[in-house]
Every structure is written in C-alpha cells, then in structure tokens.
T-cell receptor, first 115, second 113 residues
Framework: KAGVTQTPRYLIKTRGQQVTLSCSPI?????VSWYQQTPGQGLQFLFE???????NKGNFPGRFSGRQFSNSRSEMNVSTLELGDSALYLC??????????????FGPGTRLTVL | KQEVTQIPAALSVPEGENLVLNCSFT??????LQWFRQDPGKGLTSLLL?????REQTSGRLNASLDKSSGRSTLYIAASQPGDSATYLC????????????FGSGTRLLVRP
C-alpha cells in the first residue's frame, strides 16, 4: 500500500514570495497533519485537517494556512516568506480513530529553502 | 504545557551492543506515545506506538516500554547494527482533543562496524 506522498520534494524561493506544498495521505486516512522541522526548534505542529476542516492549530503566524480536499489530499500555503521559514515540512496521515490507538504515518517531507 | 525530553542527544556504540534510548514527558495525561526513526534529510518512519493503557510493545529487535505515571518511555534496541544508525524521536499525543504530536529533540545514534 502506498505511503504518504509529498510534492514537491525540494523548493527554493526568495523572501516575500508565497509557496504551496501538497500532501496525499495513505488511502483511507482522513486526517492530515503538518509539521515544521528546523535544527533550532525541532519538530513543531502546524495544523491538522479532518473532513476538510481545520481541527487543530499550532502556534504559527497567520501566514501559514492550509486546506483539505474531499479526497483527503491537503495543501499547505505559506505567504510572504521569511528566511526563518526555511525548513523541512512534513505531513502525517492517520485514520483519526477515537481513543488511544491512532498511529501517524509521515511522508518524506518537502525541503523549503528561502533565500 | 507538555514537554518531551530525550537523553542522550547522541550515542555512539559498536555493532552488536544492546542499547537503551530514553524519553521523558512532563504531563502523564497522554493518549499514546510513538517512537520514530529519521534518516538524514528524510521523513519519519514509525517504529512503535504504545497506547496509554499498555506497558510495552515489541517489533523485531525493538522493544518500547511506557511508564505513564513517572512520565518515561524507553526504546530498547537489541544486537545493534550499522543500519540502525539514525535519529530516534519519541512523540506523545496529549490527552486533550487534539490529534497533534509533541516531539522530543531526538537521539542521534551511530552504530560503528
């Protein structure tokens, strides 16, 4: 069974531009979460989407936004890019089961470099 | 506020050694704890998930334990191999309505041939 896929794998942008990243979850998974990984801050939760609705949001500015489509695919958008947005952006998918069993599976990530 | 700590930050061992990686968390109200492996520049590979009601989980040479009351988890790797070299991350899902994971900063493991 195919895993979580993310496109593109690498991106180079300049300050002030905007960028859109895409994530396709494992078939049958309806929850998609996004994380930012940097050497200084580690892995930080951005937001989670389920049934096309944002359910949870981390402590990031409004420049970071996302959406989810009816087929559970998700996109993340960052506007007015800053140098500090350079990071590995990871998405994770899960069934979002009630209770404590809710294994999350991660994609390979999109490496964003802001110049 | 939930915080996750992993000790040590880095570990270098000779091949064949059994080793233990540690993870601690400040709030015992969690739904589960998940261990991941990350190779340089890559995504995360899920290794083991322990539900809050469980004490341990095993997969091959890996065994993870959970002591929720003391806020600790350990990942035991038996008979380490050079291919085990990677960064190991633990993450807890808090016991609230969110489905987010809170990660530790990881242990970078090097297994020397």
């Amino acid at each position: 069974k195919a895993g979580v896929t993310q496109t593109p794998r690498y991106l180079i942008k300049t300050r002030g531009q905007q960028v859109t990243l895409s994530c396709s979850p494992i078939s049958g998974h309806r929850s998609v979460s996004w994380y930012q990984q940097t050497p200084g801050q580690g892995l930080q939760f951005l937001f989670e989407y389920f049934s096309e609705t944002q359910r949870n949001k981390g402590n990031f500015p409004g420049r970071f936004s996302g959406r989810q489509f009816s087929n559970s695919r998700s996109e993340m958008n960052v506007s007015t890019l800053e140098l500090g947005d350079s990071a590995l952006y990871l998405c994770a998918s899960s069934f979002r089961l009630a209770g404590s069993y809710n294994e999350q599976f991660f994609g390979p990530g999109t490496r964003l470099t802001v110049l | 506020k939930q915080e996750v700590t992993q000790i040590p930050a880095a570990l270098s061992v000779p091949e064949g050694e059994n080793l233990v990686l540690n993870c601690s968390f400040t709030d015992s109200a969690i739904y589960n704890l998940q261990w991941f492996r990350q190779d340089p520049g890559k995504g995360l590979t899920s290794l083991l998930l322990i539900q809050s009601s469980q004490r341990e989980q095993t997969s091959g040479r890996l065994n993870a334990s959970l002591d929720k009351s003391s806020g600790r988890s350990t990942l035991y790797i038996a008979a380490s191999q050079p291919g085990d070299s990677a960064t190991y991350l633990c993450a807890v899902r808090p016991g609230d309505s969110s489905y987010k994971l809170i990660f530790g900063s990881g242990t970078r493991l090097l297994v020397r041939p």
